[in-house]
C-alpha cells in the first residue's frame, strides 16, 4: 500500500473570514441554504471540552494489581470570535432576534426575548484562513467546519479612543443529522464567493 502524501504545506495563518448558514432545527441542511459571510473576522480561538474517562484501580496490599481507564471523548467545541464591526445580520443567525429594516436598509437589531432564547436555530460555520507554500506564496486556503453551532449574544466593550469589536461565543457539536464529527477542515483553492 502506497503512502498518501500531503501536497498543501499546512503553514496557516490570518482568518480570511466565516461563512454562516442557518440549519433546520433538526440540524439538516435547508431545501435552499443560505450563506452569509462576515469578511470582518479579526480572530478564531477554539477551546475543546472533553467528558474526562474514569479510571479504576483495582489494589491488593500495597501494590496495584489491575487498571481501567476510558478514553476522554471531545463532546464539544467552544468557539470565540472577534468581529471588526457590528453586523447584524451576523448577530441575528448566531445568537437569534431581529434585524430591524426601514426602507430596506438595516437600521437596528432586537435581542431575543427570554421566551424566545429556548428556540434559536442552530448554524453551520466554516472559518477560512490562508494556507502558505513558504516565502509568502499563498497556496491556497484552509476550511474549518463546524457543522451544529448555537451562538450567544456578541459582548463589546465602548472605550474612549478604541474601536468597539463584538465578541461572539458559539458552541460546536457533532451534527447526527448530517452525520458529521464536531470539526473537519479540508484544503480549498480559493475563498467562497461570501468571501471574495
Not at 448554524?123 to 509568502?136: D, I, M, R
Not at 474612549?160 to 477542515?185: G, K, Y
Request: glycine letters at 8%; one cysteine or more.
Amino acid at each position: 500500500m502506497a503512502i498518501q502524501v500531503q501536497v498543501r504545506t499546512g503553514y496557516i495563518a490570518g482568518c480570511r473570514g466565516l461563512v454562516i448558514t442557518q440549519l433546520t432545527a433538526a440540524g439538516a441542511m435547508p431545501v435552499t441554504p443560505v450563506r452569509y459571510g462576515i469578511r470582518t473576522a479579526q480572530a478564531v480561538e477554539e477551546e475543546r471540552e472533553y467528558a474526562e474517562g474514569e479510571r479504576i484501580t483495582q489494589r491488593g496490599g500495597d501494590r496495584v494489581l489491575a487498571q481501567r481507564e476510558a478514553e476522554d471523548v471531545l463532546v464539544a467545541i467552544n468557539l470565540t470570535f472577534r468581529n471588526a464591526r457590528i453586523d447584524a445580520r451576523a448577530v441575528e443567525i448566531i445568537a437569534g432576534g431581529a434585524v430591524r429594516f426601514s426602507g430596506g436598509n438595516v437600521v437596528g437589531y432586537d435581542a431575543p426575548l427570554l421566551s424566545a432564547q429556548g428556540t434559536r436555530l442552530p448554524f453551520l460555520t466554516e472559518v477560512f484562513a490562508e494556507n502558505y507554500l513558504g516565502q509568502s506564496v499563498l497556496q491556497g486556503f484552509i476550511r474549518v467546519i463546524y457543522p451544529l453551532c448555537i451562538g450567544r449574544l456578541p459582548t463589546q466593550s465602548f472605550t474612549d479612543n478604541e474601536w468597539a469589536a463584538p465578541e461572539f461565543e458559539i458552541r460546536v457539536r457533532e451534527n447526527p443529522t448530517l452525520a458529521l464529527p464536531a470539526v473537519r477542515w479540508e484544503f480549498v483553492d480559493a475563498l467562497p464567493a461570501e468571501l471574495a
